[in-house]
């Protein structure tokens, strides 16, 4: 297993979220869409009804969101960069056919 304790967070690419089955939900957001010139977009890849990964379009970059049966947040794991991001989906694919 990585250590990911020390790294940084990178970014990681658009082309790499679409390849591992993120789904898109775009939003209407003037404000947002006054600042960056496009419409806000949500990118999500659920690993279980209370598990998901969120991507930033505008800082491309990813956290992993563990939530409660309600859907409020009870903790957040940062993504270090796309091999972290393989290895978090590999963890909760290997779990969920098990």
Same mark, same amino acid.
């Given at each position: 297993?990585?250590?990911?304790?020390n790294k940084k967070m990178n970014k990681i690419k658009y082309f790499d979220i679409k390849k591992l089955g993120f789904k898109e939900e775009h939003c209407n957001d003037a404000v947002f869409f006054n600042e960056f010139g496009y419409q806000y977009t949500v990118f999500t890849l659920n690993l %279980?009804?209370?598990?998901?990964? $969120?991507? $930033?379009?505008?800082?491309?970059?990813?956290?992993?969101?563990?939530? $409660?049966? $309600?859907? %409020?947040?009870?903790?957040?794991?940062k993504i270090k960069n796309l091999e972290h991001l393989k290895e978090v989906i590999s963890i909760f694919t290997i779990n969920k056919k098990s």
């Open positions: 297993m990585i250590n990911f304790k %279980s009804n209370r598990i998901m990964i $969120d991507w $930033d379009q505008p800082t491309q970059k990813a956290e992993a969101l563990i939530c $409660d049966k $309600d859907g %409020s947040v009870l903790n957040r794991l």
